[in-house]
């Protein structure tokens, strides 16, 4: 256990970077069912790791430079694949490409967790439902807990990832329901009046102790909740965990909404950048402002929904994390010694809100107006900026391609992953779904190590290697250029003959009317615990029965079948 004598607030600039290091940070963005394919990516860069430092081991003519993996930010279901990289790395573990017998697969924790287990069936139960409490979700969300528990649970031989640091850094957002007040003080209203606010975009903090080399405290902050390595469940830290993952996931009305307890003093912990009069940036805290009488105590309680709500890709939370409140990320390739890597299933934006009044009606414009506030809390500038930019080399993007094929349309985003139909639900529908996103994305992540994930061959970091002609394999030519991998890849990993294959497109792989008698159990159950106290019930029954009922799942299989059919999945 970290020493609790630390110092107050977060450092401006950290400490710099390991020597011949490349500090990484994983930004795992809201993804729905799309969080399969960023769990291929991340399988495969975290077996891309392990040869290539298994290699190095054994003494083989790779590239000598290291990696550290620092940090990794989640919202939504990058929040699960975060807090499944914390429960998986410290031990030893299967990975899957097309061969992988289903045996094998299932030792994978990214695998079974997302390939295997979260399915609509399991959504569709009744027993979550009782008529003398308030209905939590849509959805039956028991198999989420269970799955949680298993996954805690998972344990294999320890393994030696010198590139994983210790601590590593978990943040994962979350929409506060509560909110946290503040006020902000205006001359010429009296002493006692301000102007007040209350903040709901919220993330929670973690230091995971991975057992890789000794706790370094300088990383741990006052506002980071200790996840003790080994775990000897039940854990409090590991608890609180995975609680955060499952709150940061839980889709607004269809996922059950989750009950986050944390230390009240985290919120001491916040700070805002501010230009000084000189126009130099300073680190400015802010104090949350309670109403007086108000006692919070040492621990503060609210519900937590979808983190997605408000921040879907947690870019600034990794890069912060890597640098510091003020530090900067050196961002020229001759320079770069800290990336923050951002994998995202579905980087395209939202389609555009209404252009003639005469269009909408009255719900139109709620609708309209409901998705503005979400696409606006998301909307960032500066990364847009940076992004255009380049000359940047401290930031990446890994998102789905699917290759152009005989007969098929080369496509990018949302729309190369089965996931992405019914607005990213669609890869819960069938294993299928998921199976072939998991695929894909370990043949993005392949072919973006290769071919992308690169920076110029001066770069000191690399240069050391880099004039070896031994090593003038792993070189690349770009723009006039030569770079060299930021993660190099051997073994297996670069074999021509274990290349990761494009999966075939699933078209086909489900009938969605066979969904349709578990999904009107589930209407039914809904409808009878949402009336239970209403007086007639014998006539309100018969109506649902005779006209409601049936309008309803008429509607919802022919919304279904349309979208698979237009996503060419049916």
């Not at 943040?171 to 007040?181: A, D, H, K, S, W």
């Not at 297996?492 to 009938?511: K, S, T, V």
């Not at 578990?518 to 009878?528: C, E, F, G, N, T």
Request: overall charge negative; glycine content about 8%; some cysteine.
């Amino acid at each position: 256990m970290p020493d609790t004598d630390l110092p107050l607030g977060h450092p401006e600039i950290t400490p710099p970077p390991r020597p011949r290091t490349f500090e990484l940070g994983l930004a795992l963005a809201g993804a729905v069912s799309g969080g399969a394919y960023a769990a291929g990516v991340l399988d495969f860069i975290y077996e891309a790791l392990e040869r290539w430092y298994a290699a190095k081991r054994a003494g083989e003519a790779v590239p000598s430079h290291d990696v550290l993996l620092r940090d990794i930010s989640g919202a939504s279901a990058g929040s699960i694949n975060g807090v499944l990289s914390a429960i998986a790395l410290p031990y030893a573990f299967e990975h899957v490409h097309a061969a992988t017998d289903d045996a094998t697969a299932a030792r994978n924790p990214f695998y079974d967790t997302w390939v295997d287990r979260v399915d609509i069936k399991g959504f569709l139960g009744t027993d979550d439902l009782d008529k003398d409490l308030p209905i939590a979700s849509l959805l039956d969300t028991r198999c989420l807990d269970a799955i949680a528990e298993d996954a805690l649970r998972f344990e294999a031989a320890p393994a030696s990832r010198p590139y994983i640091a210790n601590p590593l850094k978990l943040v994962f957002t979350v929409t506060n329901l509560r909110g946290v007040p503040y006020e902000v003080p205006f001359a010429g209203t009296g002493s006692d009046a301000g102007h007040g606010m209350v903040a709901h975009e919220d993330y929670l903090r973690f230091a995971v102790d991975t057992g890789q080399g000794a706790y370094d405290r300088r990383w741990h902050y006052p506002d980071d909740l200790y996840v003790a390595h080994p775990k000897r469940l039940p854990d409090r830290g590991w608890t609180a965990l995975m609680n955060a993952a499952l709150a940061s996931s839980a889709f607004p009305g269809g996922l059950r909404y989750r009950e986050i307890e944390r230390r009240w003093s985290d919120y001491m912990q916040r700070s805002v950048v501010v230009p000084d009069e000189n126009g130099m940036s300073r680190v400015v805290p802010i104090e949350p402002k309670l109403d007086e009488g108000e006692h919070m105590g040492p621990s503060y309680r609210f519900v937590g929904v979808d983190g997605g709500a408000m921040d879907n890709e947690p870019f600034e939370l990794a890069r912060t994390e890597l640098a510091g409140t003020l530090g900067r990320n050196p961002r020229r390739g001759d320079q770069v010694n800290r990336i923050v890597l951002m994998v995202d299933p579905f980087p395209e934006p939202d389609d555009l809100g209404p252009e003639f009044a005469a269009s909408i009606n009255v719900v139109g414009a709620l609708t309209a107006l409901f998705a503005s506030w979400k696409q606006q809390a998301r909307f960032k500038p500066r990364e847009i900026a940076l992004a255009m930019d380049d000359a940047v080399y401290s930031r990446f993007l890994i998102a789905p391609i699917r290759p152009a094929t005989e007969g098929e349309t080369r496509w990018l985003g949302g729309r190369a992953i089965a996931a992405g139909a019914l607005g990213g639900f669609a890869g819960f529908l069938a294993q299928a779904y998921r199976r072939h996103d998991f695929l894909l994305g370990r043949r993005n992540a392949q072919r973006f190590l290769s071919e992308h994930f690169l920076v110029p061959a001066s770069n000191p970091i690399v240069a050391a290697w880099a004039g070896d002609p031994a090593l003038a394999h792993f070189l690349r030519e770009r723009d006039g250029e030569t770079h060299a991998p930021v993660i190099p890849l051997v073994g297996d990993c670069a074999c021509a003959a274990r290349e990761e294959c494009l999966p075939a497109w699933p078209r086909g792989a489900l009938d969605p009317l066979s969904l349709m008698p578990d999904i009107s159990k589930r209407l039914d159950a809904l409808y009878r615990v949402a009336t239970d106290k209403w007086k007639d019930k014998i006539l309100t029954w018969l109506a649902w029965h005779t006209y409601a009922r049936r309008k309803l799942l008429r509607f919802a299989a022919t919304r279904l079948v349309d979208a698979l059919r237009r996503h060419e999945l049916w």
